[in-house]
């Protein structure tokens, strides 16, 4: 059974850093399209940041030059790194894996930007 354990999340002051894991079970990452996903109270989910099996990344432009995904499949570990947190990056932020158009997706882990 495919699952993600998904850990890092936590209060931090504007300005701070996090760094936010996601490590599989159930399966190997080589072949999915891994992500980060958010979504803050009354908005809709939003994609962050995703990385192909050939390490290729997409961000978002609000976290562009902030935010930085990488991923070890030996490991099975997707990582998010965010640095210079503002309090719109406040949401629940979700681990993702795709692959053919199917979605999986963790629990979540909440980030809170706040002073």
């Known amino acids: 059974q495919l699952q993600f354990v998904e850990s890092g999340g936590g209060l931090v002051q504007p300005g701070g850093s996090l760094r936010l894991s996601c490590v599989a079970s159930?399966?190997?990452?080589?072949?999915?399209?891994m992500g980060w996903f958010r979504q803050a109270p009354g908005k809709e989910r939003e994609g962050v940041a995703t990385?192909?099996?050939?390490?290729?990344?997409n961000y978002a432009d609000s976290v562009k030059g902030r935010f930085t995904i990488s991923r070890d499949n030996a490991k099975k570990t997707v990582l998010l790194q965010m640095s210079s947190l503002k309090p719109e990056d406040t949401a629940a932020y979700y681990c993702?894996?795709?692959?053919?158009?199917?979605?999986?997706w963790g629990q979540g882990t909440q980030v809170t930007v706040s002073s």
């Open positions: 993702n894996a795709e692959l053919y158009g199917i979605n999986y």
């Open positions: 159930g399966f190997t990452l080589d072949t999915y399209v």
């Open positions: 990385i192909t099996k050939y390490g290729t990344t």
